[in-house]
């Protein structure tokens, strides 16, 4: 079991690149989660999907979009870079939306934007 | 809105002690609580989940108490390790399906 996984695990880009972070888990969860870490402002959640073919806007949407592709699998796509949007990004999943389920977390993915 | 705050941010104890880490939450509406750990450059390792209805949930040398009506959980560590060292985090979750972090408390376990 190798849980939550994401790809790549660092990046640099140049103002106005588009890149897509891949995050799959193998726990066969239904929800997913895509949250990002900075220094001072702790964890927020970007985006999250409650089951395959759903998606909902968390608490800092702007600037992003993802897809859930299958079960397996929820993508974050930047589609025009900006210097804000440098950030350790973590893809979480869990069994549900219900109270008893835990999040598990990816290793994240270390993004840069020049 | 809902707050989530952990004091103290650092904390360093020598082996053996016991670590005692704190959470408190402003909106005492919650459906759990969960603390995690966090190694330096990794990602958040899930110890405890504990649910709204719950008081407390234990994980070997772990326990985690919740009291909903104060806003506040603690973490127990007993007898603590080097390698115990790490950043614990907590996070609640209230409606939305959002888990709302604390900033976290960095912990350093001397030999």
């Known amino acids: 079991n190798a849980g939550v996984t994401q790809t790549p695990k660092f990046q640099v880009l140049k103002t106005g690149q588009s890149m897509t972070l891949q995050c799959a888990q193998d726990m066969n969860h239904n929800s997913m989660y895509w949250y990002r870490q900075d220094p001072g402002m702790g964890l927020r959640l970007i985006y999250y999907s409650a089951s395959e073919g759903t998606t909902d806007k968390g608490e800092v949407p702007n600037g992003y979009n993802v897809s859930r592709l299958n079960k397996r699998e929820f993508s974050l796509r930047l589609e025009s870079a900006a210097p804000s949007q440098t950030s350790v990004y973590f893809c979480a999943s869990s069994g549900g939306l219900a109270d008893y389920n835990e999040q598990f977390f990816g290793p994240g993915t270390r993004l840069t934007v020049l | 809105k809902q707050e989530v705050t952990q004091i103290p941010a650092a904390l360093s104890v020598p082996e053996g002690e016991n670590l005692v880490l704190n959470c408190s939450f402003t909106d005492s509406a919650i459906y759990n609580l969960q603390w995690f750990r966090q190694d330096p450059g990794k990602g958040l390792t899930s110890l405890l989940l504990i649910q709204s209805s719950q008081r407390e949930q234990t994980s070997g040398r772990l326990n985690a108490s919740l009291d909903k009506s104060s806003g506040r959980s603690t973490l127990y560590i007993a007898a603590s390790q080097p390698g115990d060292s790490a950043t614990y985090l907590c996070?609640?979750?209230?409606?939305?399906?959002?888990?709302?972090f604390g900033g976290g408390t960095r912990v350093l376990v001397k030999p």
């Open positions: 996070a609640v979750k209230a409606a939305g399906n959002k888990l709302t």
